[in-house]
């Protein structure tokens, strides 16, 4: 397949639409972002199938456009703070425990910020996604070695960042 061929590419479109959005949503952490940035990795595939190898996989290809897209967004926009939204009208948490879950998530997600992007995708992908270090590797063009080894060093970094937290008895 190469450019100018719609209908071919319409295919490629349908099969990989909902993996590469996961990926772009990991990326970027917002939805409206991700649906951009998946449209523009997707235009940047188009325009680039001629230099694709067909003798390769499409998917880990689109995964790479859609990686180093999103990493240049990230690199040029600043970072949005928000707070998830409370889904339902259960019972509301104490003005403590909802002072603690907010500490928690602004320490996780700023020692998520200390990790390499390689890392914190990695570390997405296997403890959030439930994805193997097998899937992981044919995602982001690595061995499953590889995959481990990162894991293994995000999470070291990881623990290392939080364990002042941990340690105070929280």
């Known amino acids: 397949m190469r450019a100018g061929d719609t209908a071919a590419f319409d295919g490629l479109v349908a ?26 990795s997707f235009l940047a595939a188009y325009q680039y199938l001629d230099s694709f190898d067909v003798e390769r996989p499409f998917g880990p290809w689109l995964n790479r456009i859609v990686l ?4 240049n967004l990230r ?9 998830p939204e409370t889904e339902g009208v259960s019972a509301a948490p104490s003005a403590l425990e909802e002072s603690t879950r907010s500490e928690a998530r602004e320490l996780l997600n700023r020692a998520l910020a200390t990790l390499s992007e390689r890392q914190r995708m ?3 992908l296997f403890d959030v ?10 995602r982001l063009e690595l061995a499953p070695g590889t995959v481990r080894w990162h894991l293994h060093e995000a999470r070291r970094l990881l623990r290392g960042a939080l364990s002042s937290y941990f340690e105070e008895g929280r």
């Open 75 to 83: 690199r040029s926009r600043t970072r949005r703070q928000t707070e």
């Open 122 to 124: 990695i570390v997405t």
């Open 15 to 40: 099969a990989y639409m909902r993996p590469a959005f996961q990926m772009a949503y990991r990326v970027v952490g917002h939805r409206e972002d991700a649906e951009d940035l998946l449209q523009e």
């Open 129 to 138: 996604d439930g994805l193997s270090s097998t899937e992981i590797g044919e």
């Open 68 to 71: 180093n897209r999103g990493a």
